[in-house]
């Protein structure tokens, strides 16, 4: 349940077992002959040795439901959803009036009322001006237990080009290998059903879950601009959640559970540029008017490193946290027995023995299995990525559909190449006005340009500081005393998830090993779910369990969209097994809590297959 120390930039690091080891790769030879570093491996066998002994398909009635219903109800409403062309407001001006949202929402809140789950209750509310929304609250089994929200979402991207044959974006198509083709399917359609069968399930097999309430909203595409006000006009029915679950995140693989560290903000804007009332023959005009198009990209190069891809305006950069080694309630990896002075997991060299706890000279953080850990386990984001780097390996850009010959920006180094996609600024311009198809493009010299830019932002950044500074670059001394202007306000804020309690990460650990054989991997991702920063600042106390099925080729949002259906439904049975644990908590049990740390004692997780059949202490090292 750890992290490698993996760091690119360094050459040599004592390893977890006690040796040095060049490269710092995983799986590298040690100096030591005999001695191979297998830090994950030796870990995916302890998952998978743990899940053997505790559950099976057969065995387990929560498994044997969620394929069932998946079967049996879940999969072929999918595919009636997914025949609903219901775009976000963003993408259809007309989605108040024409219908299809009323239409989409309905079949979906039928389905709830269809299962007949014993103490929920679902509305369908519409406020005025505002896209539907359908809230459910289903009574907890255990009245002391806390309260969960769970998160979806129903609205779809436009279907966009380039769908493969016999694929469409409203004709769901289910291949043999269990994906599901069509738009909305995948994200995040799904969502509704893997929360209402994962507590069917629960009910089913007779065992606990707390109170439980699911919000899918209708705007999260156009960036939720309604849900606060439904969050406000539903304050007293949702009450303090605890713990939230958003479905409506990505994996890196199917092959295990992945949880969502982060997620960037986003500034999407219109660069405008006019330089005459009218177009001119180009014949004529061109080497006296200057392009429109050209100034443009004299413009575009104020914010961006066309070479590189580096966006230039600090404003839009952040420190990407990185400040210590240890993972969250794990071991030390030089620990206090030890003489002399070494460099501890935070790099810095200290006496030993030193007591845990204890701050390092200039550490900026404290060293040792302690509360402080939780909070330098989620900040050591470089090292997360590292690790999910090394476990996805060249799929980190080989899934993506690349012609030919063509490749990713930085292929040699798959840690930066996913830093590049969590926490790291980029531009990308996704749509264009004032050009003329190729068809009717004649030799005019054409009045004005306009690019849609979309630049995603890391995770702590502040959109609107964001935001302004790129229009002050871009509007500032117009080239030949062009019109420019940059204009919209979507300006979405990123997160970066606080840390996570010891109940959750077994919870999450216990359910990765059951279900996937694996152990999970925690890890950000590049999009933006506005929902979970203002989530974040209303309920500052609440944990945040961020997962999804937007895996390798799902294509959220461009052609071939598809959900993987038998990994959607072990996320079902994972989303089960934390909502059991969660019962098993009193309210209030959260980061640093004594009650949630006796309780993390309680279960067999594969935590305690590590400490007491593996040979290593409470601290991880070797006995």
């Avoid at 289910?174 to 083709?181: A, I």
């Avoid at 996609?421 to 005019?444: E, I, Y």
């Avoid at 209303?538 to 969209?561: R, Y």
């Amino acid at each position: 349940r750890s992290m490698h120390p993996h760091l690119p930039s360094r050459d040599r690091f004592v390893c977890i077992c006690n040796y040095m080891y060049a490269p710092n790769t995983l799986g590298a030879r040690h100096n030591t002959p005999g001695w191979r570093c297998t830090t994950y491996r030796f870990l995916q066998v302890q998952y998978e040795q743990y899940a053997t002994t505790v559950m099976s398909s057969s065995s387990d009635p929560i498994q044997s439901f969620v394929d069932k219903e998946w079967d049996a109800t879940v999969v072929p409403t999918l595919k009636e959803y997914i025949k609903v062309p219901n775009l976000s407001p963003q993408f259809d001006e007309a989605c108040l009036t024409n219908g299809l949202m009323e239409q989409a929402a309905k079949l979906l809140f039928d389905w709830v009322e269809a299962q007949q789950v014993p103490g929920l209750s679902v509305r369908s509310l519409q406020l005025p001006g505002r896209t539907p929304l359908i809230f459910m609250s289903c009574e907890g089994t255990v009245p002391e237990a806390g309260t969960v929200l769970l998160y979806g979402h129903l609205d779809k991207q436009p279907p966009f080009e380039g769908w493969t044959a016999p694929w469409a974006p409203y004709d769901p198509v289910m291949t043999e290998d269990g994906k599901l083709y069509g738009r909305g399917g995948a994200d995040d359609g799904y969502a509704i059903f893997s929360a209402i069968t994962a507590i069917r399930a629960i009910k089913e097999a007779k065992r606990d879950h707390g109170r439980c309430v699911i919000v899918i909203e209708a705007c999260e595409e156009s960036g939720s601009p309604d849900l606060p006000f439904y969050i406000e006009h539903l304050q007293a029915d949702i009450g303090t959640p605890d713990l939230v679950v958003c479905l409506d995140s990505g994996c890196g693989n199917y092959e295990q559970l992945w949880v969502t560290t982060s997620l960037r903000g986003i500034v999407m804007g219109t660069l405008e540029v006019s330089i005459t009332r009218e177009g001119v023959h180009s014949g004529d005009s061109s080497g006296v008017i200057p392009d429109t198009f050209r100034i443009a990209r004299h413009l575009i190069d104020r914010i961006e490193d066309s070479a590189t891809g580096n966006v230039l305006v600090p404003e839009c950069h952040a420190e990407i946290p990185d400040v210590c080694l240890h993972p969250a309630r794990s071991f030390h990896w030089l620990c206090a027995r030890r003489e002399g002075t070494r460099p501890c997991c935070c790099r810095h060299s200290v006496p030993a023995p030193h007591a845990l706890g204890s701050t390092h000279c200039g550490c900026r953080a404290t060293c040792g299995v302690s509360n402080s850990v939780l909070d330098v386990h989620t900040q050591a984001r470089v090292e997360q990525t590292a690790l999910a780097a090394s476990i996805l390996g060249d799929k980190i850009y080989t899934d993506f559909p690349f012609l030919p010959g063509a490749t990713a920006v930085n292929p040699s180094d798959l840690t930066q190449l996913a830093l590049n996609r969590t926490w790291r600024p980029t531009l990308t311009v996704t749509g264009a006005r004032g050009l003329p198809d190729v068809a009717n493009a004649g030799n005019v010299l054409r009045p004005s340009t306009q690019l849609v830019l979309s630049v995603r932002l890391p995770p702590t950044v502040d959109p609107a500081v964001a935001r302004a500074a790129i229009k002050k670059k871009l509007e500032a001394d117009a080239p030949y005393g062009a019109t420019v202007k940059f204009t919209g306000n979507k300006a979405g804020p990123g997160w970066n998830a606080p840390a996570l309690a010891p109940w959750l990460e077994a919870a999450a650990a216990k359910g990765s090993a059951a279900y996937y054989q694996k152990p999970p991997v925690y890890y950000g991702e590049g999009g933006s779910i506005p929902f979970m920063g203002m989530l974040g600042q209303k309920f500052p106390s609440a944990q945040f369990l961020i997962i999804g099925v937007l895996g390798p080729a799902a294509n959220a949002h461009g052609p071939n969209e598809f959900l993987h259906v038998p990994f959607a439904k072990k996320l079902t049975c994972v989303v089960a097994s934390v909502l059991q644990d969660h019962a098993r908590l009193t309210p209030g049990d959260n980061v640093g809590s004594e009650r949630a740390a006796k309780r993390t004692k309680v279960d067999v997780t594969s935590a305690e297959v590590l400490t007491t059949q593996y040979g290593r202490d409470e601290h991880g090292c070797k006995i």
